[in-house]
């Protein structure tokens, strides 16, 4: 037992000035905040003030990236920097889901009601920010942002997915959409939907194991489309409950074809 507890020691001594995965959670919450006050009771008494908060968050940023020790070779102040002058861009872009998903629901009620409770609009923004630091090739960060938005939302986005303009998710428990999926504009996902690889091997990272989404493209509940050599035209319509492991072209219609029975089980009187 005395080496065990040695073993742990050392290990504690690796890791211990690690920020926590829940500080990293919850700066990217604050700056979520920031970005929507429709989902903060907080308020600003002047554009300075905002610009402040803003430094704060590139500040906090910049912290944790000095003490993520996996990030030794970055140029952390750089990586901070680029990401906070990228991030009007990604606000704009975070936008257009919000629209999506406003125009796409006949529940949703207003903008205001998407940025604000649905899951799927938090899953998709904790992926933009988590994407624009996996292309700085930032690691452990990204994935424990995804990972949370998963653990709240049910939905497991990779960061390193390429995913377009316009993501429109509805409900989206049980979605996955894995590393090299690439998703054009315009998509609709709904829940249970899978994106992933025909092949979990170590050998093919690296490689593009996950299918193309062209634009324009809807995929309904439960279907799973598998495989780096997939691609769904634009346009096109897959069903729920369909598998796929080859590709649609443009303006095609999928759908799976139950075999059920109804069988009439009134007593005979």
Same mark, same amino acid.
């Given at each position: 037992?005395?080496?065990?507890? !040695?073993?742990? /020691?050392? !290990?504690?001594?690796?890791?211990?000035?690690?920020?926590?995965?829940e500080r990293?959670? +919850?700066?990217? %919450?604050?700056?979520?905040?920031?970005?929507?006050?429709? &989902?903060?009771?907080?308020? /600003?008494?002047?554009?300075?003030?905002?610009?402040? +908060?803003?430094?704060?968050?590139?500040?906090?940023?910049?912290?944790?990236?000095?003490? %993520? !020790?996996?990030?030794?070779?970055?140029?952390?102040?750089?990586?901070?920097?680029?990401?906070?002058?990228?991030?009007?861009?990604?606000?704009?872009?975070?936008?257009?889901? +919000?629209?999506? #998903?406003?125009?796409?629901?006949?529940?949703?009620?207003? #903008?205001?009601?998407?940025?604000?409770?649905?899951?799927? /609009?938090?899953?998709?923004?904790?992926?933009?920010?988590?994407?624009?630091?996996?292309?700085?090739?930032?690691?452990?960060?990204?994935?424990?942002?995804?990972?949370?938005?998963?653990?709240?939302?049910?939905?497991?986005?990779?960061?390193?997915?390429?995913?377009?303009?316009?993501?429109?998710?509805?409900?989206?428990?049980?979605?996955?959409?894995?590393? %090299?999926?690439?998703?054009?504009?315009?998509?609709?996902?709904?829940?249970?939907?899978?994106?992933?690889?025909?092949?979990?091997?170590?050998? /093919?990272?690296? %490689?593009?194991?996950?299918?193309?989404?062209?634009?324009?493209?809807?995929?309904?509940?439960?279907?799973?489309?598998?495989?780096?050599?997939? &691609?769904?035209?634009?346009?096109?319509?897959?069903?729920?409950?369909?598998?796929?492991?080859?590709?649609?072209?443009?303006?095609t219609t999928v759908y799976?074809?139950?075999?059920? !029975?109804?069988?009439?089980?009134?007593?005979? #009187?």
């Open positions: 037992m005395e080496e065990f507890y !040695k073993q742990l /020691f050392l !290990k504690q001594l690796e890791v211990q000035d690690m920020p926590s995965n990293i959670a +919850a700066w990217s %919450t604050n700056l979520l905040h920031l970005l929507f006050p429709e &989902r903060n009771s907080r308020g /600003f008494k002047s554009v300075e003030e905002i610009k402040l +908060a803003f430094e704060q968050s590139e500040n906090e940023l910049f912290e944790l990236l000095l003490k %993520t !020790k996996a990030c030794s070779h970055c140029d952390n102040k750089r990586i901070a920097q680029k990401f906070f002058a990228e991030l009007p861009e990604v606000y704009e872009v975070m936008q257009t889901d +919000a629209e999506a #998903i406003m125009h796409g629901d006949p529940a949703a009620q207003s #903008i205001r009601e998407v940025i604000r409770t649905y899951p799927g /609009f938090t899953a998709i923004c904790i992926y933009r920010m988590a994407h624009q630091l996996w292309q700085s090739e930032v690691p452990l960060i990204p994935r424990i942002l995804t990972e949370h938005a998963h653990s709240k939302t049910g939905i497991d986005i990779h960061p390193g997915a390429q995913i377009g303009r316009y993501l429109y998710i509805d409900h989206g428990t049980g979605l996955v959409i894995g590393e %090299t999926c690439i998703i054009g504009d315009h998509v609709k996902l709904y829940q249970g939907v899978t994106l992933g690889a025909l092949s979990v091997e170590k050998g /093919f990272a690296g %490689t593009q194991r996950h299918p193309i989404i062209e634009d324009h493209v809807i995929i309904y509940a439960g279907a799973t489309i598998l495989g780096g050599e997939t &691609r769904i035209g634009h346009h096109s319509v897959i069903g729920g409950n369909v598998w796929l492991t080859s590709s649609v072209e443009p303006y799976h074809q139950p075999n059920s !029975k109804f069988i009439d089980t009134k007593p005979v #009187i």
